[in-house]
């Protein structure tokens, strides 16, 4: 069985423009979690999505958003990009909503100059 | 004080000790404990699971949860080289609507 897939694996943007990161997961899995991680925050939870809805939010801006579609797979979309908001974003799926068994994908690298 | 402390090494031992990895939480709140290894430029594995107090183990790996003093462990048998990588121990609250909570992780180093 596939692994959980995150599109571009690396990304490059500058100050002030919006980036959309994908996430497709395990085949069967219906929920989609989003995770910052950095060198000094470490793995941050973002949001988590079932069924088409955004069910659990972390504790980050409204720049930070995401969808979900009727096949699972997700999209994040960070808007008016920030030097802080470069990291390694992680998708994690899950067969339940608030599983504690998740799998992560290998994460898309972001650098904002 | 953050949610999940955790000694973010770097722990070198030689090949073939034992090593224990620790993490120290606040919230006594948190119910599921879990352990991840992470190689560098790869995402998180999930390598064990634990439900409340107690010990569970699989192969070469066993996970402790003593929640009375807010503690977890993994300790790891006869290490590997392959072990080489970051181990993040993760938590949840019951329900769960905060997502899991990580430590920052411990990097750990076998050495040949």
């Known amino acids: 069985k596939a692994g959980v897939t995150q599109t571009p694996r690396y990304l490059i943007k500058t100050r002030g423009q919006q980036v959309t990161l994908s996430c497709s997961p395990i085949s069967g899995h219906r929920s989609v979690s989003w995770y910052q991680q950095t060198p000094g925050q470490g793995l941050q939870f973002l949001f988590e999505y079932f069924s088409e809805t955004q069910r659990n939010k972390g504790n980050f801006p409204g720049r930070f958003s995401g969808r979900q579609f009727s096949n699972s797979r997700s999209e994040m979309n960070v808007s008016t990009l920030e030097l802080g908001d470069s990291a390694l974003y992680l998708c994690a799926s899950s067969f339940v909503l608030a599983a504690d068994t998740q799998y992560f994908g290998p994460g898309t690298r972001l650098t904002v100059l | ?112």
């Open chain 2, 1 to 112: 004080q953050k949610e999940v402390e955790q000694d973010p090494g770097p722990l070198s031992v030689p090949e073939g000790a034992i090593v224990s990895l620790n993490c120290t939480y606040s919230n006594s709140a948190f119910q599921y404990f879990m352990w991840y290894r992470q190689y560098s430029r790869k995402g998180p594995e999930l390598l064990m699971y634990t439900y409340s107090s107690g010990n569970k183990e699989d192969g070469r790996f066993t996970a402790q949860v003593d929640k009375s003093s807010k503690y977890i462990s993994l300790f790891i048998r006869d290490s590997q080289p392959s072990d080489s990588a970051t181990y993040l121990c993760a938590m949840r609250v019951g329900g769960g609507a905060d997502g899991l909570t990580f430590g920052k992780g411990t990097h750990l180093i076998i050495q040949p």
